[in-house]
């Protein structure tokens, strides 16, 4: 327990048959970690906290770049990231931890990630990388100023050496940085964010025109979903083009919760991720017997999807409030663009696939096919308010990604 607790991994805990039965000795309560467990808040070191003040003294356009390890600790960075006028860009394993309306905000960076992200960390003269890996999905470049934090030792300077690395608990080490950091003058960046965003948004405008009669783009979908998903939305989002797409194109409120297997490429994870966050939200209120429920959304492929269809009946059967934006295109459109990048043949990446929709009708859920960019909108708030699992169906052009 103590492991599982203090490390914050995956543990796995064996009680043989006898200690399931034994009986618990009358007025015996709980233990807790209390007394076992140290305090949480570790400070750096005062020689790394001088070196990341000296190098951040010496920036004019600092950018921050938050990953999936600042989830919980997003107050402390954004106040000082305030106090410098610095955008804040996330991986995007972080997408949704700060809303995309928030005047620093430059979304995602890297292959899942805006043009505006891009931009930020290639005007900038000093990184600052909190909670994040520097794999190559995450597209941080190793070629600015930077300084890392993280909690977790082992992930400073895995892949390469970092300027400053620093190992310390995030908010702490957020709060030295901007005590002695106040009063620095920066450039402030928001006009460039907003202006930044302005062209991105143009851009996406224009892709919605996009229409080569093989099915709705991808854009499309997504801005639909913008104008639809609840504020405070757990997203389970699957692997593939469909998620590729929903990094670039989906713009997080700050509020909601997005679910992803990492960068391991383990096409089938969102509908159980779906199931797994229903599961795990369900508040019973204990004077009155409502529940309070967060809205859970899942989006996949219909190749991720394919791995585990069978879901629809168990989710059906506990009645899992799950709305499933599914998009259709009879084929795994990000391995055949992989293999067109590589110069090689399309090969065996096509898909034979039923009528999804009627398929979850059938299994006694809600299925919606869509074919018209015009029911996209309509066909989402119907699913949304469906008590229990509903998929939209979209059938898509694997192209317009």
Same mark, same amino acid.
């Not at 992930?155 to 957020?174: E, K, M, N, S, Y």
């Not at 194109?249 to 199931?275: C, D, K």
């Not at 859920?365 to 309509?378: D, M, N, P």
């Given at each position: @327990?103590?492991?599982?607790?203090?490390?914050?991994?995956?543990?796995?805990?064996?009680?043989?048959?006898?200690?399931?039965?034994?009986?618990?000795?009358?007025?015996?309560?709980?233990?807790?970690?209390?007394?076992?467990?140290?305090?949480?808040?570790?400070?750096?070191?005062?020689?790394?906290?001088?070196?990341?003040?000296?190098?951040?003294?010496?920036?004019?356009?600092?950018?921050?770049?938050?990953?999936?390890?600042?989830?919980?600790?997003?107050?402390? @960075?954004?106040?000082?990231?305030?106090?410098?006028?610095?955008?804040?860009?996330?991986?995007?394993?972080?997408?949704?931890?700060?809303?995309?309306?928030?005047?620093?905000?430059?979304?995602?960076?890297?292959?899942?990630?805006?043009?505006?992200?891009?931009?930020?960390?290639?005007?900038?003269?000093?990184?600052?990388?909190?909670?994040?890996?520097?794999?190559?999905?995450?597209?941080?470049?190793?070629?600015?100023?930077?300084?890392?934090?993280?909690?977790?030792?082992?992930?400073?300077?895995?892949?390469?050496?970092?300027?400053?690395?620093?190992?310390?608990?995030?908010?702490?080490?957020?709060?030295?940085?901007?005590?002695?950091?106040?009063?620095?003058?920066?450039?402030?960046?928001?006009?460039?964010?907003?202006?930044?965003?302005?062209?991105?948004?143009?851009?996406?405008?224009?892709?919605?025109?996009?229409?080569?009669?093989?099915?709705?783009?991808?854009?499309?979908?997504?801005?639909?979903?913008?104008?639809?998903?609840?504020?405070?939305?757990?997203?389970?989002?699957?692997?593939?083009?469909?998620?590729?797409?929903?990094?670039?194109?989906?713009?997080?409120?700050?509020?909601?919760?997005?679910?992803?297997?990492?960068?391991?490429?383990?096409?089938?994870?969102?509908?159980?991720?779906?199931?797994?966050?229903?599961?795990?939200?369900?508040?019973?209120?204990?004077?009155?017997?409502?529940?309070?429920?967060?809205?859970?959304?899942?989006?996949?492929?219909?190749?991720?999807?394919?791995?585990?269809?069978?879901?629809?009946?168990?989710?059906?059967?506990?009645? @899992?409030?799950?709305?499933?934006?599914?998009?259709?295109?009879?084929?795994?459109?990000?391995?055949?663009?992989?293999?067109?990048?590589?110069?090689?043949?399309?090969?065996?990446?096509?898909?034979?696939?039923?009528?999804?929709?009627?398929?979850?009708?059938?299994?006694?859920?809600?299925?919606?096919?869509?074919?018209?960019?015009?029911?996209?909108?309509?066909?989402?708030?119907?699913?949304?308010?469906?008590?229990?699992?509903?998929?939209?169906?979209?059938?898509?052009?694997?192209?317009?990604?």
């Amino acid at each position: @327990m103590k492991s599982a607790t203090q490390n914050q991994n995956v543990a796995h805990l064996i009680f043989p048959d006898d200690v399931q039965t034994a009986p618990a000795a009358d007025g015996v309560s709980a233990g807790s970690p209390r007394g076992r467990i140290g305090a949480t808040g570790i400070a750096p070191a005062e020689a790394a906290l001088q070196a990341a003040t000296e190098l951040l003294r010496a920036a004019k356009r600092p950018v921050f770049i938050v990953g999936h390890g600042a989830r919980f600790d997003m107050e402390g @960075m954004l106040t000082l990231a305030e106090s410098l006028h610095a955008p804040v860009l996330t991986t995007f394993r972080g997408k949704g931890i700060i809303g995309d309306h928030h005047p620093l905000a430059g979304g995602v960076l890297g292959r899942s990630g805006t043009p505006v992200a891009s931009w930020l960390m290639n005007e900038s003269d000093a990184l600052v990388v909190l909670g994040a890996s520097f794999s190559n999905h995450t597209g941080i470049t190793p070629k600015k100023p930077t300084v890392q934090v993280d909690r977790e030792r082992t992930q400073l300077a895995r892949f390469h050496a970092i300027d400053v690395p620093v190992w310390g608990d995030l908010a702490v080490t957020c709060r030295s940085l901007g005590e002695r950091l106040a009063g620095h003058a920066t450039v402030d960046q928001r006009e460039d964010v907003a202006a930044r965003w302005s062209l991105w948004r143009e851009e996406k405008r224009q892709r919605l025109t996009d229409d080569r009669g093989r099915g709705i783009s991808s854009v499309a979908i997504f801005e639909a979903l913008n104008q639809s998903a609840p504020e405070n939305a757990i997203i389970a989002v699957d692997v593939g083009n469909n998620t590729y797409s929903f990094g670039r194109y989906f713009e997080a409120s700050g509020r909601q919760s997005v679910l992803m297997s990492g960068y391991l490429g383990s096409i089938g994870f969102g509908y159980p991720a779906a199931m797994g966050a229903w599961a795990a939200t369900q508040v019973q209120d204990r004077w009155n017997g409502r529940f309070y429920r967060r809205p859970v959304l899942a989006i996949t492929g219909d190749g991720g999807f394919g791995q585990y269809p069978w879901e629809v009946n168990t989710a059906v059967k506990y009645g @899992m409030n799950i709305t499933h934006l599914l998009l259709h295109n009879d084929e795994l459109g990000k391995i055949s663009k992989e293999q067109r990048a590589g110069g090689w043949d399309v090969w065996q990446t096509h898909l034979t696939n039923p009528n999804i929709a009627e398929f979850v009708s059938n299994c006694g859920g809600l299925g919606i096919r869509v074919t018209e960019k015009a029911g996209l909108t309509e066909a989402i708030q119907r699913a949304l308010a469906f008590d229990g699992p509903a998929t939209v169906e979209v059938m898509t052009d694997a192209e317009l990604v």
